[in-house]
Nanobody
Framework: DVQLQAFGGGLVQPGGSLRLSCAAS????????IGWFRKAPKKDYEGISC????????YYSNSAKGRFTISRDIAKSTVYLQMNNLKPEDTGVYYC?????????????????????WGQGTQVTVSS
């Protein structure tokens, strides 16, 4: 299984930016899809942005479109989430997760599922 480690969260003012990183390691890095997910207080998990590694298709949630950009550095086995123009409603714990079977769009629409590989979360707080 792939092991994932997310970092890069912090406290930022509204309108600010953060870049999250998710480093993948393990004996087999053959996941089908990988993405970023948010767990806000009193809300369900939300798929923010996901990549399908087979065809490179990228999925964004409506809340992320136009502000967030997902990218990956294959050589470094790292996936990034550049977050710009952050809003208080972006506050939450951000996780990266991967799945060996499902497409990027599928895992993002699910938001949370069993059987995938999940990293520890990184807290993002947007507040003045």
């Amino acid at each position: 299984d792939v092991q994932l480690q997310a970092f890069g969260g912090g406290l930022v003012q509204p309108g600010g930016s953060l870049r999250l990183s998710c480093a993948a390691s393990g004996d087999r890095l053959d996941y089908r899809a990988i993405g970023w997910f948010r767990k806000a207080p009193k809300k369900d998990y939300e798929g923010i942005s996901c990549i399908d590694s087979r065809d490179g298709t990228i999925y964004y949630s409506n809340s992320a479109k136009g502000r967030f950009t997902i990218s990956r550095d294959i050589a470094k086995s790292t996936v990034y989430l550049q977050m710009n123009n952050l809003k208080p409603e972006d506050t939450g714990v951000y996780y990266c997760a991967a799945d060996s079977q499902m497409r990027g769009k599928d895992i993002c629409e699910l938001g949370y599922w069993l059987g995938g590989s999940w990293g520890q979360g990184t807290q993002v707080t947007v507040s003045s």
